[in-house]
Structures are given as structure tokens and as C-alpha cells.
């Protein structure tokens, strides 16, 4: 929820932000800012949020094998009320650094969070709810971007003394969660597979099962341990240089880069200036806003219908609606009418999203990797994520004044690659175990070495009559 009130809220106070910036360069200099460095400035306090998201994500495989996966959510948390104390009290003490280091906080603990809720979810889920676990936090990050907006209601707190106050509400849902986190079992996976617990493993199952049998489940977990009891947790490079894995990481790669350069985050941070763009009055603007973010939680309560499918269909919408909005701003200036075309994208660019790319990135990346790759892989997809975060958060500013209308057509050609990448390469993983999403990789991986040795047979001869292929081959078989 956190992660989805922070992308939102600089959004609906972003005038108050900038005049508060202003004032206090004034203050100190004697001299105002001209729009392009107030424009550079805003534009930091947006998109160094993403850059403590990429700290947070490249801390999570530490994080998580010495803490575990709640654990690493219940330690982390007091970097909420520190980001809150001083975003809270920036005005008062006339610092916009205050501002920029508040926000930059609040990103590593979105970063860790981002990464370690999904895995704990996935880890602790029947494989047959492993789906709607998975996606519940994509739910929730709807839930945060709706409060944000509605929050920022001028009738609420979006007044010009009360955007301090919308900054640092961040505290509020971080206190229940740490009143209610602790009480939780661990996640039984991590106790028994990296931490050889088996009383602790069977405890939160049961506490997690309540009246199943959980001794299939074990016996499945048991499987994954003795796959892996040659092996430790691997690093990140381990993981790069591991050609059992590639297609997974490519997989996980592909989605988390288009995730965020599918223009969503444009959406998110700068709402109000698209909409004002789109010729939207100025008083209609803040519930257009509002009415967007209830969409987004409609989204993403449909997502919990399946995955696969819903990620192919969320990039294709969302790559129809940024054509759509290009087209509607090129138009509108001899048809008044297609502001609300605008509008009506926007909208569907948000239900795409959440519907399925909102979620499912962080469920696959845990669904396709076994336990000893899986703190890597969300490094690397975590990474990658807030890389592209900032890059939208930061360029799209200044490639909406230099590109105009035709900015969208980018996000648009991006949503149709992943859809496509999708829709060629990554398998259904729905109700399958890690093990049987594992081998049914291992099947594809030799399915694509046989081709490549049928291209070309002499060169690859002998190490089609090795040992090592003999087995794989059997394998995929």
C-alpha cells in the first residue's frame, strides 16, 4: 500500500511543492528560480524515490537470508517514521532537503518491501491461491494510489499548509502493520529449506493451513531441499552466469523493465498535468483524479482471475490506450470531444495495469525460480524495475515538452514487445509447484538446445553424444 501512496501523493500537491521550493531558494538567495531548474528540482523530488527503491531492491537477498522474509518487513519499518518525521516537518524548518531525503527514505523501504511481500506471499500460499496471494499486494498498491488522490482532495488535505501532513500520513498504516506483522508465523519455506527448522516449518504450517493436511505439502518442500542441498544461495552474478536459469531471467528481465517503461508511471506522478494537457478544466481535474484511482482498485480485484492471460491482455490494453491518447491530443484541437477520449485512456491505461502487470512481475518472479535463485532473481528484477521507475519519472517532464503528444507512442511500442515477449516464451505456472515450474523450463531449454544442434550438426556433435546432454535430453523427455 505504501509503495502506491508514494508514487501518487507528490502528484495532487505538486503546485504547493514547487511554490514551497521556490520560496525557499528566495529565502536563501535572494534570487527566484526559473522553470526549467524548478521543473529539474520537482522532477528530483519524484524520481528519488525510484533511486531508493534501486538501494532498497539491490539489499533484499542480505536482507532476507539473515532476517527472513518477515523479518526483513518488520525491521525495515522504522524507515517509515523516519521518512515521515522529515517530510513532516520540512516546512517548518524551510528545507526542500528535507523533502528529497524523506522521499528518497521512503523508496529503499518501498524497494525491500516491493520485493520481500510478494516472496513471503508466494512462500506461505497454497500452490492453488498462490495466484490471488500473489496479486494481493498489486491490490493493494491500487488501494494506496486511490487514497493518495482522494486524500489530496481540496475539501480533504490538499490545501497548500496541509501537503506536509499528505507526505508523512505514510506512518499511519506502517504503525497497524507493525502491531499485527509480528504475530505471523515465518514463511515455513525459508524455515525449512535455509534454516533446516522442521519443527518451525510444521508450526506455521499449521498455523498458515489451519485444518489441511499439510503433509503433501512438506513432502513437496522436501523434494526442493534435496535438489538444492548441493547448492547455496546464489548471488546475483551466479545467477547471470547460470544457463539453466537464462530463460527465467530473461523472463523476469522483459517484465520488470516493461512494467514501468509501459508509461504507468507517467500516469502516477504527473496525473494532473496530463489531464490539463488534455484540456480538462481545472476545478474537474482533482475528481478526474480521484475517479481513476477507483478504477485501479476495480483492476485489480479483476486480476485475481488468473495471470498469464491478464498480463498479455493488460500490456495490450494499456499499449492501445497510450496510441489512443496520442491520437486524441493530436485531434482534440478540432474535436473538442476527444479530451474525453483522453480521459476515457487514461483510464483504460490504469485497468490494464491492474489487472495483471501490476502484480503478476513480482508472483512470477517468485512462481520460476527454486529457493536458492529466487533472493538473486528479485535483486535483479527489483533493480531493473526501479532503473526504469526513475527513467520515466525523471525524462518524462522534458520528453512531454520536446516530443509533445507523440511522447505516449513509446510507452505504446514497449506494452506491445511484453505482451508479444509474453505471450511467445513464458508458459502458464498456474497451480504448478517451483519444482514443476523448474523442469517445465528444463523441457524448453532442451527443446531449444535440440534445435540448435539440428541447425548445425557437426559443430555441435559432440556435445550432443556427451554425458551432460544425454542426461538433460533425458530430462526434458
Known sequence: MLYGYNLAVVNSPAAYIKNFYNRSVVSRNGTIMDEESLTLMYSLTVSIFAIGGLVGSLMVGVLVTRFGRKGTVVNTSVLVFVASVLMGFSKVCGSPEMVIVGRFITGIHSGISLSVVPMYLGEIAPKNLRGFLGLVPSIFICVGVFSAQLLGLHELLGKEEHWPLLLSLVAVPTFIQLMLLPWFPESPRYLLIEKH??????????????????????????????????????????????????????????????????GIDAIWFYTND???????????????T????????????????????????GFTIMGVCCAGITLSLILQVSLPFMRYISVTCVVGIIAGFCIGPAGVPFLMTAELFKQSHRPAAYIVGGSLNWISNFTVGFVFPFLQMSAGAYCYLVFAAVCCAVATYVYAFIPETKNKTFVEISRMFSKKEAVLETQAVMQNPDANRKELESPEWVSFAMIAG
Open 197 to 262: 527448522n522442521v519443527h518451525a516449518t510444521i508450526t506455521a504450517l499449521k498455523w498458515y493451513r489451519s485444518k489441511c493436511n499439510i503433509q503433501e505439502e512438506i513432502e513437496e518442500m522436501q523434494e526442493e531441499q534435496r535438489s538444492l542441498s548441493s547448492s547455496d544461495t546464489l548471488s546475483v552474478w551466479q545467477l547471470l552466469l547460470d544457463k539453466s536459469v537464462r530463460w527465467q531471467v530473461l523472463s523476469v528481465v522483459v517484465i520488470n523493465i516493461g512494467m514501468q517503461l509501459s
Open 274 to 288: 496530463i489531464f490539463e494537457n488534455a484540456g480538462i478544466p481545472a476545478g474537474e481535474i482533482q475528481y478526474t
Open 290 to 313: 480521484v475517479g481513476t484511482g477507483a478504477i485501479e482498485i476495480i483492476g485489480g480485484l479483476i486480476g485475481k482471475l488468473g495471470r498469464r492471460p491478464l498480463v498479455i491482455g
